[in-house]
């Protein structure tokens, strides 16, 4: 299997589907075919030329609703002056396996297809029939919002996407310093919006300032905001998450604050919150967040503009209004002639069950593989496809099945992306075990 998996994930590699423009179609047919060979239904679809979707199914008895596998085909861009490998080569080398999407997501399209292909042999192979059927899922265009993809799929095929669970990207697999190992599954993540900020004054020539200049208005708005955070708020998910990753943490401040913060008494809760956001990932957990990421305005060196704006993206927890943020950044700002604005790019979904038979059965499956590994349930920060099958009311997990160190993780849309060989048998044996599991009712 370890050799075929290798193989598999370097053929998809090799495909390059950088997005823009994507072009996931020739991709696409190969895993369609590869499927088609395996004696295993599959569906090509092309929702727009050049963008392909393939839907395969392994046929279960019906005695319970299906689960299906997730990933996406097109990648980031990549840098080529900056790789040492080619980022389209499959190189591997010194135990890792190089190459723009062996992370995100291409590691986890070939885990998932392995998956399906072990399956699909065993039941060919006298196996028994599993309770329910197993759907896998390629899609296109995820990291360019999915127009030609996941949302296209639920707003003209959602009967194609008919499952009780699903596994998707979105979780992680970390390796701590120390040695001690965690498996964030996420089942909820924060949702994405843009506060838009306006500011309008005099203009004129750049020779004669005005009163009321325009950028000084947005600049000393931004500068309000700059010291402002968010209040701290705790969901059921992060309280949970917290907890129990306190028993590896290796940092003994930090773990001490996460099982205070699962305490109940506000002054606790208070002073760990205060430890934990010294971590930005971890504050990023435990509020809405703002990130001013874009500045407009401004037509000649010599002409004040009339207008000029600033584009923060806001990321609320659940539940959490995107207006309600916009108020009290109003408050921040004060009585000035700054104008805000909000539109929402994410889905505000409900919180997956981390008490169902999918989430046993990866943490059981995480378990078998890695005695030591301790489970935790994950809100993730950034936004994935699962949201949309949450809001068709899937329970859907984000996982990054393949254990890492930061500096590998890290590399994930930078330079010289790459899987620890290792981590990738891992992870694709993983999947397999957990589909296996509640494909055949035996959790």
């Given at each position: 299997m370890e050799a075929e998996t290798i193989a598999?994930?370097?053929?998809?590699?090799?495909f390059d589907t950088t997005n823009p423009p994507g072009n996931e179609l020739p991709l696409a047919q190969w895993i369609h075919e590869s499927f088609?060979?395996?004696?295993?239904?599959?569906?090509?679809?092309?929702?727009?030329?050049?963008?392909g979707a393939v839907v395969a199914r392994i046929h279960g008895a019906g005695v319970e609703r299906p689960v299906l596998l997730l990933a996406h085909t097109d990648v980031v861009g990549v840098e080529r002056d900056k790789w040492v490998h080619d980022p389209f080569g499959g190189v591997v080398e010194d135990g890792y396996l190089y190459g723009r999407g062996a992370i995100d997501d291409k590691g986890m399209l070939a885990a998932n297809l392995m998956a399906m292909r072990l399956i699909q042999r065993e039941i060919v192979a006298g196996g028994r029939t599993p309770v329910r059927d197993i759907i896998f899922l390629a899609t296109p265009d995820e990291e360019a919002g999915g127009s030609a993809g996941m949302q296209w799929l639920v707003e003209n095929r959602p009967d194609l996407l008919d499952a009780e669970f699903a596994i998707n990207e979105g979780g992680r697999t970390r390796v701590l310093p120390g040695g001690k190992r965690y498996f964030a599954i996420q089942v909820a993540e924060k949702v994405s919006h843009t506060v838009t900020l306006i500011a309008r004054g005099p203009a004129g020539h750049?020779?004669?300032?005005?009163?009321g200049n325009a950028i000084f208005v947005l600049a000393d708005a931004l500068e309000k905001l700059s010291h402002y955070s968010e209040p701290t708020a705790l969901t059921e998910t992060t309280t949970r998450f917290f907890g129990e990753l306190a028993h590896v943490w290796t940092d003994e401040r930090e773990a001490d604050a996460m099982r205070a913060i699962t305490s109940g008494q506000d002054q606790q809760i208070a002073d760990a919150a205060s430890v934990?956001?010294?971590?930005?990932?971890?504050?990023?957990l435990l509020r809405n967040t703002i990130s001013p990421?874009?500045?407009?305005?401004?037509?000649?060196?010599?002409?004040?503009?009339?207008e000029v704006r600033a584009r923060i993206n806001v990321r609320t927890l659940p539940g959490h209004r995107v207006e309600d943020v916009v108020s009290r950044l109003k408050e921040v700002v004060g009585e000035t002639d700054v104008e805000f604005s909000a539109s929402t790019h994410g889905v505000d979904a409900p919180t997956s069950n981390p008490d169902s038979p999918m989430f046993t059965a990866l943490a059981r499956s995480a378990k078998d593989l890695d005695p030591e590994?301790?489970?935790v349930p994950y809100m993730g920060t950034g936004a994935t496809e699962s949201a949309q099958l949450r809001s068709l009311g899937i329970d859907a997990y984000g996982i990054l099945p393949f254990p890492m160190v930061p500096a590998d993780e890290e590399r994930m849309h930078g330079h010289d992306e790459r899987v620890p060989i290792a981590s990738l048998h891992f992870g694709t044996r993983l999947i397999y075990e957990s589909v296996r599991r509640v494909a055949a009712g035996a959790i």
């Open positions: 598999v994930l370097q053929r998809l590699i090799r088609v060979a395996e004696g295993i239904e599959s569906t090509l679809l092309t929702p727009v030329p050049d963008r750049a020779a004669i300032p005005r009163e934990l956001c010294t971590n930005p990932v971890f504050n990023a990421t874009f500045l407009e305005g401004g037509v000649r060196g010599n002409v004040i503009p009339a590994m301790a489970v």
